[in-house]
């Protein structure tokens, strides 16, 4: 039965897609990358929150939560007030630009180099971190879910091989065949089953906690378990409140602004009242995402007295004891098409990026769109296949899992930082963002990967020799070593590249200042009520901070 109700889910959500992206021509640029430039508020609410939303980030901060309380819903919180900034002030430049990639108006601002080295550190960093991590994180969650290993009568890396192929295969059909538009109208759908699934969880976990009654369950937790209902995090928590000043804004700002996966959504807006509305859309709902991705948490905690051997089993046994089984199916579902969601809104960035900033622009470029269309599909297949082999290989690379996720922040500085120079300056000059890029690059590397290990690895040598050898005192040792949390890292990166591009600009400045064009490709009107809208939903992060700040 659970099988069945899964099967259905999906198959439901397939056939709406199709049907929805029939008259879509997908043979032209537009049509393929940018769903024909008519994707309306809703859907693309929709796909940016399922874009955004995978396993791994529902059962990792619920675990964060469990463990460090109500402070990490900075993730989300912070999210909406980014997402502000870019309907503000991005998304309009965005699309007075034409753009298809985000990389295209660094080409116009400064060069065809400076967009073709964005490009690759996009590629880059797809290719080697997200799609793989994506596939085998959600592999894991669906071969737990359904006891594939037992049901299949397989081995566990088995099990795990035989989910990344199916999700592979199903994610790229979307992707590389369906375009955008495909990808968008199943997030749509996928976001509301998410919603809907995501919610029921807390829904039942409060219900057991209060013997039936939801309300008196949240009274229970809130009054026994207080520490963990603080929204302002303190030196040891995961994000200290302090960091929302500094780097966590940054990054924040560079995935909801900037990071191709997820702006390319709101680039396919048939306008920008249809833009602005969607991503004010999605900034409100994100509000409410600590309900699903935080709320869970701290009812585990409490439900399991803080006894779990791993934080981040927290979520999943929260689900298995709480959700009546006749809901695993559908829930089993919508997890499946958060990570469908994830797979192929980066798979098909990521043939954008190629189709658009390198075979059209250094392979072919005399290239008409259907060809364009034709080499970026094949090159997706081509990049799909190579992450399903990659994928089940994380299993064995031990740490190799979290070292991919730090090697995001490479990329996510400098990339940003040429970005709010590029529409913020006029002359600043060419050489000044390619220079910016690498040394946005050498820096970020040298300080996390060089310098670091290199003070808190002497720092752990002294310990040892001294005779410390409990790993809560190393711990400290390594956190006294280092002081300065990874967000503060991004943060004086981000100033010193700015200066160093900003002084570049000074001493060799562009001949004449840059002026923005209109291509005229959507109207850009914008909403009337895109400042009002954003001012209450600002009021609203705030209040819900000062409401819970201890």
Not at 102 to 112: C, E, I, S, Y
Not at 164 to 171: A, F, L, N, Y
Not at 233 to 239: A, N, Q
Request: net charge neutral; aromatic share 12%; glycine share 10%.
């Amino acid at each position: 039965m659970q099988f069945l109700t899964f099967a259905a889910f999906t198959l439901l959500v397939a056939f709406i897609s199709y049907i929805k992206t029939r008259s879509t021509k997908e043979s032209t640029s537009d049509g393929y990358f940018l769903g024909g430039r008519s994707l309306t508020a809703g859907v693309i609410a929709g796909s940016l929150l399922l874009t955004n939303l995978s396993t791994e980030q529902i059962v990792g901060l619920n675990g964060s939560a469990y463990q460090s309380g109500l402070s990490v819903m900075v993730w989300e919180t912070l999210a909406a007030i980014a997402m502000l900034v870019t309907a503000l002030f991005l998304l309009p430049r965005y699309l007075k630009d034409g753009l298809t990639t985000v990389p295209g108006f660094l080409a116009k601002r400064f060069d065809v180099t400076t967009k073709t080295l964005t490009s690759v550190l996009f590629l880059t960093g797809y290719v080697v971190v997200l799609l793989p991590v994506i596939l085998y994180s959600g592999s894991l969650a669906i071969s737990g879910m359904f006891n594939v290993p037992e049901l299949l009568g397989v081995t566990h890396t088995q099990s795990i091989w035989i989910c990344v192929w199916g999700i592979g295969i199903i994610g790229s059909i979307y992707a590389v065949f369906g375009g955008l538009k495909a990808v968008a109208i199943s997030d749509a759908i996928n976001a509301i089953g998410l919603l809907v699934g995501g919610i029921l969880i807390p829904v039942f976990g409060l219900m057991m906690i209060g013997d039936g009654n939801m309300f008196e369950g949240l009274t229970i937790l809130t009054t026994e378990n207080p520490e963990k209902f603080n929204s302002i995090g303190g030196e040891t928590d995961p994000v200290p409140f302090y960091t929302i000043f500094t780097g966590m804004m940054l990054v924040q700002l560079f995935y909801w602004g900037t990071n191709q996966q997820i702006i390319q959504r709101a680039l396919g807006a048939k306008n920008l009242k249809e833009g602005q509305k969607g991503l004010l859309l999605a900034s409100f709902i994100k509000i409410l995402g600590p309900i699903i991705v935080v709320l869970p948490g701290l009812i585990a905690f409490h439900i399991f007295n803080g006894e779990l051997e791993t934080a981040d089993s927290a979520y999943p046994m929260l689900v298995k004891k709480v959700l009546p089984d006749a809901w695993v199916g559908f829930f089993a579902a919508v997890l499946f098409g958060a990570i469908l969601s994830s797979f192929n809104s980066v798979l098909n960035s990521s043939v954008t990026l190629f189709g658009i900033d390198v075979y059209k622009q250094h392979i072919n470029k005399d290239a008409d769109e259907k060809t364009v269309v034709k080499y970026g599909k094949r090159f997706g297949i081509v990049l799909a296949f190579t992450s399903m082999f990659i994928a089940p290989l994380i299993a064995n690379a031990g740490s190799l899992f979290d070292y991919l996720q730090e090697i995001n922040g490479i990329y996510t500085i400098p990339i940003l930082t040429i970005i709010v120079v590029g529409y913020l300056t006029k002359r600043v000059p060419a050489i000044a963002a390619k220079i910016g890029l690498i040394s946005g690059c050498l820096l970020y590397i040298l300080s996390q990967f060089i310098v670091r290990p290199y003070i808190v690895g002497n720092a752990l040598d002294e310990a040892k020799a001294a005779g410390i050898t409990s790993e809560d005192s190393l711990a400290l040792v390594e956190a006294d070593a280092f002081p300065l949390h990874f967000l503060d890292v991004m943060a004086i990166l981000f100033v010193l590249n700015t200066v160093i591009m900003l002084v570049i600009g000074r001493i060799k400045p562009r001949e004449t200042p840059y002026v923005q064009s209109y291509t005229k490709q959507v109207d850009i009107v914008p909403w009337k009520y895109t400042k009002h809208v954003s001012a209450i939903i600002f009021l609203i992060v705030v209040g819900v901070y000062i409401y819970f700040a201890k």
